[in-house]
């Protein structure tokens, strides 16, 4: 497939994904759906989906370790330029250690902390965010290689 149709392909799998969370926030009467890590997350996914950095596991434990962390230090420890940087050293450390390394979860000890949020942002948007993510990302895989397969025919 030539690089201009995996780009635009690339393109419209993160619109679809990003707008499935999108109206799932708007229309959600609770929680979130949405957080600034997941557009990078979307770009690994859907641009550069053979990356290790952007595989299921990475996506889905590389999210949860480092927004684990996150809360843990908002909730323990005080919000302080010290504490903020130990928790990205720490979730850093810990996606290398477990093999999940996903750069833009690296945020979000930042994010969390920075913004105060509570245990259910584990769960939506972290957990449920990441987890739709993926399964979009395996659904734009799946078309990807039936148009590659349709265009050889």
């Not at 390394?101 to 972290?126: D, E, K």
Request: aromatic share 8%; with cysteine.
């Amino acid at each position: 497939m030539n690089h201009i149709k995996s780009a635009l392909l690339a393109g419209i799998a993160a619109t679809f994904a990003i707008g499935v969370l999108s109206y799932a926030d708007a229309w959600s009467g609770h929680g979130l759906w949405l957080m600034a890590p997941f557009g990078a997350t979307a770009v690994l996914v859907f641009g550069v989906p053979d990356s290790p950095l952007a595989q299921p596991k990475n996506v889905i434990i590389g999210h949860l370790i480092t927004a684990t962390i996150g809360l843990v230090f908002v909730h323990f420890v005080p919000v302080e330029p010290w504490s903020l940087a130990c928790a990205t050293g720490l979730a850093i450390s810990a996606m290398l250690v477990t093999k999940t390394t996903h750069p833009p979860a690296g945020a979000n000890p930042l994010l969390i902390m920075l913004t105060g949020q509570s245990w259910s942002f584990l769960i939506t948007p972290v957990l449920l965010g990441a987890v739709i993510i993926v399964l979009c990302g395996k659904l734009a895989k799946l078309c990807q290689n039936r148009t590659l397969a349709a265009s050889k025919a």
